[in-house]
C-alpha cells in the first residue's frame, strides 16, 4: 500500500511540476515582439505597417519608405477617416471614385474569428427576431427555438412549446426542400447590430438555407449553395452597407463570400483555411480588404480587391520566429503540460511541444540520480527509477530527490 501511495505521490508531483515550471519559465521569459499592425494601402497600392521602434512608433511601407504620423494617415484614408475630417483633409476622390465621410463609414467592417469561437458546447436554443419590426431598435422575442428532427418554439416565460408555430416554421422548411436534421445553425443572436438577416441553416444534405421572421411568418428560402461546395461554417455580417449576408468555410479549406441579394458566392483567394484550428481578420473598405490569416506557425497578410476578390498583392508571410528562451526551453522540458488552448475553451489536461532535444539533459539528470542514489534502494528499484528520469527529466528528478531525502 505504501509503495503505491509513493508512486501515486510521485506521478502527482511529476504532472505539477510539468505544468508549473514550463508556465513558470514562460512567463518569466515572454517576448513582447508580434507582427506589426499591417494594412494594404488604397493611395500607395502596398501594404504598409506601423511598429514601435525602441519607444517609438514608426510607420513604414514594405518597400522601407518611412512616414510621418500626419502621412500615414493620408495613405490610409478609410482607416483614419474621421482624424482626415478633424484636420480638413479628407479628400473628395479616392482612386476616381467620390468619398465622404458617411460613405466610407458605411462601408468599412472589420471581422474576425478565432478558433474558440466556435470550437465549444453552445446551448442550441436560438432567439428569432422580427426583421420586419419597422423599429430602428432590435426586440428580444419571447420565445426560442430549437431544430433538429423538427423546428420547436418554446415560450421562455412557461417553457411551453408553442405548437402552432412550431408546425408552420416546420412545414415552411418542409416545402422549400430543407431535409431535417440540420448540421449548423448559424447567425447573431444579439440585439446589438443595426438590422436582423435572420439564419442560415445547412441541412442534413448539406443545402444551405437561409431564415428569419418577417412580420411574424416564416421566410425560408433555399440559397441554391449546392451541397458539392461543402459549406462548414457560415458567419452572419450583417454590416452596414448590406452587400453581402456571410462568409462561408468548406471542408476543403475555401472561403466564401455570400453577397446580397441572390446569394452568389465569390470566393477569397484564401486557401487551405481550417476556421477549427486557424484565426482570420478582414479589416474592409469600399477598394481593398486586408485579410489577416492566423496559423500555428505564424500569419498571413491578403490585399483583396473589395470589387472583384482577387488579390492585388502579394501575400506577406510573417512565420513564427523562435526565441533564444524557446529554443532553450526545447533542450529542458521533454514536453510541457496545459490546460488551456488557444484554440478552444475547455479546461483540460493536454500534452504540448513534445521535445526529443530534451533526451540530453534528461540522460544527464538519470545518470546524475543513478549517481546519488547508489547502494540506497534494491538494484531493481533503481535502475527503474533511472529509467523513469530518462524519459521524464526534471519532472520526475526533483520530486524523487526531494522525497529521497526527507525519507
Known amino acids: 500500500m505504501i509503495r503505491f501511495s509513493k508512486i501515486y505521490l510521485y506521478a502527482i508531483a511529476a504532472l505539477l511540476l510539468a505544468w508549473l515550471l514550463p508556465w513558470a519559465y514562460h512567463f518569466v521569459t515572454v517576448d513582447a515582439s508580434s507582427t506589426p499592425f499591417t494594412m494594404f494601402s488604397p493611395i500607395t497600392k502596398s501594404f504598409a505597417y506601423m511598429e514601435n521602434e525602441n519607444g517609438k512608433m514608426k510607420y513604414k511601407d514594405i518597400n522601407g519608405t518611412e512616414y510621418t504620423e500626419d502621412e500615414f494617415d493620408s495613405i490610409m484614408p478609410t482607416f483614419y477617416y474621421r482624424q482626415l475630417v478633424t484636420d480638413g483633409r479628407l479628400p473628395s476622390q479616392i482612386n476616381g471614385r467620390s468619398v465622404s465621410a458617411q460613405l466610407i463609414n458605411r462601408e468599412n467592417f472589420i471581422f474576425r474569428h478565432s478558433p474558440s469561437d466556435i470550437n465549444k458546447n453552445a446551448v442550441q436554443m436560438y432567439p428569432l427576431f422580427e426583421s420586419a419590426s419597422g423599429r430602428v431598435d432590435l426586440e428580444m422575442p419571447e420565445d426560442v427555438f430549437t431544430i433538429r428532427d423538427k423546428m420547436v418554439f418554446i415560450k421562455m416565460k412557461n417553457n411551453a412549446v408553442d405548437t402552432s408555430k412550431s408546425e408552420k416554421y416546420t412545414s415552411a422548411l418542409t416545402s422549400a426542400g430543407f431535409v431535417f436534421p440540420p448540421k449548423g445553425v448559424f447567425g447573431n443572436p444579439s440585439t446589438?447590430?443595426?438590422y436582423d438577416n435572420g439564419y442560415f441553416l445547412i441541412d442534413a444534405i448539406g443545402a444551405v438555407f437561409h431564415l428569419k421572421q418577417i412580420k411574424?411568418?416564416?421566410f425560408i428560402q433555399n440559397t441554391g449553395i449546392a451541397p458539392q461546395i461543402g459549406a462548414e461554417q457560415i458567419f452572419v455580417t450583417e454590416y452596414s452597407?448590406?452587400?453581402?449576408?456571410a462568409f462561408i468555410t468548406s471542408y476543403t479549406g475555401n472561403v466564401y463570400v455570400m453577397e446580397t441579394p441572390d446569394y452568389t458566392l465569390k470566393e477569397l483567394p484564401l486557401k487551405n483555411f481550417d476556421p477549427k484550428k486557424d484565426g482570420?481578420?478582414?479589416?474592409g473598405n469600399m477598394f481593398y480588404w486586408t485579410v489577416k490569416t492566423t496559423f500555428e506557425k505564424g500569419e498571413k497578410f491578403y490585399a483583396v480587391d473589395a470589387d472583384t476578390y482577387t488579390l492585388s498583392d502579394k501575400v506577406l508571410d510573417f512565420p513564427y520566429e523562435k526565441?533564444?528562451?524557446?529554443?532553450?526551453?526545447?533542450?529542458i522540458f521533454p514536453f510541457e503540460l496545459s490546460f488551456t488552448s488557444y484554440t478552444d475553451q475547455w479546461v483540460f489536461p493536454r500534452i504540448e511541444t513534445i521535445s526529443w532535444k530534451a533526451l540530453y539533459l534528461n540522460v544527464f539528470l538519470a545518470l546524475v540520480f543513478l549517481y546519488i542514489n547508489r547502494g540506497k534502494e534494491k538494484k531493481r528499484n533503481i535502475t527503474l527509477k533511472t529509467l523513469c528520469v530518462a524519459v521524464f527529466g526534471m519532472f520526475l528528478f526533483i520530486p524523487l530527490v526531494v522525497l529521497m531525502r526527507k525519507n
Open 241 to 245: 452597407s448590406h452587400r453581402f449576408y
Open 216 to 218: 411574424g411568418e416564416p
Open 323 to 331: 526565441s533564444t528562451y524557446d529554443v532553450i526551453a526545447e533542450y
Open 192 to 194: 446589438r447590430k443595426e
Open 280 to 283: 482570420i481578420m478582414i479589416i
